[in-house]
C-alpha cells in the first residue's frame, strides 16, 4: 500500500505560481504512475497530469498544458506539479494519486484557490 501525503496548496494571484508537492510511503514508488486531478466546486473530479514511472513520459490535460509541469524524484519518493500563468479557474481541490495495476491511491487534497 501507498500513502501519499499533499502540501503546497493555498491562495495565489492570477498569474501567479504554486508548486504542489506529494511525498510517498513504501520502497516501491518507481513502479508507479503518478498524476495530479483536481476538482472544482460543482463539478466533477478531472485528470490533470500524469507521468511514468521512470519519469520519461508526461501527459497534461488540455486545460493546463504549457503552464503545468509535472515531475518526480525517485529518490526522494517525491512527485510535483509546477503550476504557472494560474488563472481563477484552475481554483480548485487538488489530489495526487499512485497507479500501479488494478491499484490507486489517493492523497488527501489539498485547496489552491486563485484570486482575480
Known amino acids: 500500500q501507498v500513502q501519499l501525503v499533499e502540501s503546497g496548496g493555498g491562495l495565489v494571484q492570477a498569474g501567479g505560481s504554486l508548486r504542489r508537492s506529494c511525498a510517498a510511503s513504501?520502497?516501491?514508488?518507481?513502479?508507479?504512475?503518478m498524476g495530479w486531478y483536481r476538482q472544482a466546486p460543482g463539478k466533477e473530479r478531472e485528470f490533470g497530469a500524469s507521468?511514468?514511472?521512470?519519469?520519461?513520459?508526461?501527459n497534461s490535460a488540455d486545460s493546463v498544458k504549457g503552464r503545468f509541469t509535472i515531475s518526480r524524484d525517485n529518490i526522494k519518493n517525491m512527485a510535483y506539479l509546477q503550476m504557472n500563468s494560474l488563472k481563477p479557474e484552475d481554483t480548485a481541490v487538488y489530489y495526487c494519486?499512485?497507479?500501479?495495476?488494478?491499484?490507486?491511491?489517493w492523497g488527501q487534497g489539498t485547496q489552491v484557490t486563485v484570486s482575480s
Open positions: 494519486v499512485a497507479r500501479r495495476d488494478e491499484y490507486t491511491y
Open positions: 513504501g520502497r516501491t514508488f518507481s513502479t508507479y504512475v
Open positions: 507521468i511514468s514511472g521512470s519519469g520519461g513520459f508526461a
